[in-house]
């Protein structure tokens, strides 16, 4: 048995395949970002899930793809969980910019493609092999234009009372916005990227205001700016988009791509189902 493995920091996709290629199962964790989350919490999120337990010694090889996983620490950590569940697996661990590639690209064709999820990446693919110029430092420092870098904005706009009084009332009732419930889980709870991120669909749903499209426009202006235009062939390549947050801001970046003379590529919400066939194709050949 053979289990494809895309994570984010929200949640986690499995598809297990036999050796033909042929779907046995699929399931669903919470996210498994190993720069957030404890060990502990990590292993509970995949042995609570009944088919990953119960397959746990069928599986012969594990193509895990994770975010956080650019850090060598924190690739080893997971890797040392996954030997302990999956004890006759092979393991193959990279980050999630790889799954992005591996379900976005075709096979000779260069392209720039970006993660725009939980979190947000950009790497660059020649047609054989992957070039990543800037390492992630998360959620704290970088990840423009991801949900938790929206989440944050939206925070920031509330309570600077920027945010335009006739969405006071429905952001109240939506969320706890008292300073303690903030505080506890950005700098106490586990996930505080994931916690950032829930907040971004109240912005996204009313995008069509003028003070949230503003908002949408500076974060892709920045991601752009600071990920896309550091390769020097950008304006010549197709670039693809993966992840929640670009699937339902698909128009905005259209729109902002057209302004930097961009081209735009794929757009795929979940980089799950690209895997599978990239992994099908592995077997086949």
């Not at 939206?154 to 109240?172: A, G, H, M, Q, V």
């Not at 197709?238 to 929640?244: K, L, Q, T």
Request: glycine share 6%; charged share 25%; aromatic share 12%.
């Amino acid at each position: 048995m053979i289990l494809v493995v895309d994570s984010g920091s929200t949640k986690t996709d499995w598809i297990a395949i036999d050796d033909k290629g042929s779907v046995l199962f699929s399931t669903q964790t919470l996210g498994l970002n190993p720069q957030v989350l404890s060990s502990s919490i990590l292993k509970e999120r995949i042995i609570n899930n009944y088919d990953l337990f119960q397959n746990r010694d069928e599986v012969s090889q594990l193509f895990f793809y994770g975010a956080g996983c650019g850090v060598e620490s924190s690739s080893k950590r997971i890797e040392k969980i996954f030997k302990e569940i999956f004890c006759n697996a092979k393991l193959d661990i990279k980050e999630d910019t790889y799954a992005a590639v591996y379900s976005a690209f075709k096979k000779g064709d260069p392209s720039i493609v970006c993660i725009l999820g939980t979190g947000s990446n950009c790497t660059y693919y020649d047609g054989n092999d992957i070039e990543q110029r800037i390492v992630s430092l998360g959620y704290v420092l970088m990840d423009e234009a991801s949900g938790n870098f929206y989440g944050k904005q939206l925070l920031r706009s509330y309570y600077f009372n920027e945010l335009p009084t006739e969405f006071i009332k429905s952001f109240e009732k939506e969320f706890k916005v008292d300073p303690d419930t903030i505080k506890e889980n950005i700098y106490r709870k586990e996930n505080p990227n994931t916690y950032l991120a829930t907040f971004a669909k109240f912005l996204i749903i009313r995008k069509k205001h003028p003070f949230m499209r503003e908002i949408i426009r500076k974060g892709l202006k920045r991601f752009i700016e600071h990920q896309i235009l550091q390769f020097d062939n950008c304006k010549e390549v197709p670039i693809h988009f993966v992840g929640s947050i670009a699937f339902y801001l698909k128009d905005e970046i259209k729109e902002i791509l057209d302004d930097y003379n961009l081209k735009i590529g794929n757009i795929i919400m979940r980089p799950i189902d690209g895997l599978l066939k990239y992994h099908k194709l592995q077997i086949d050949t």
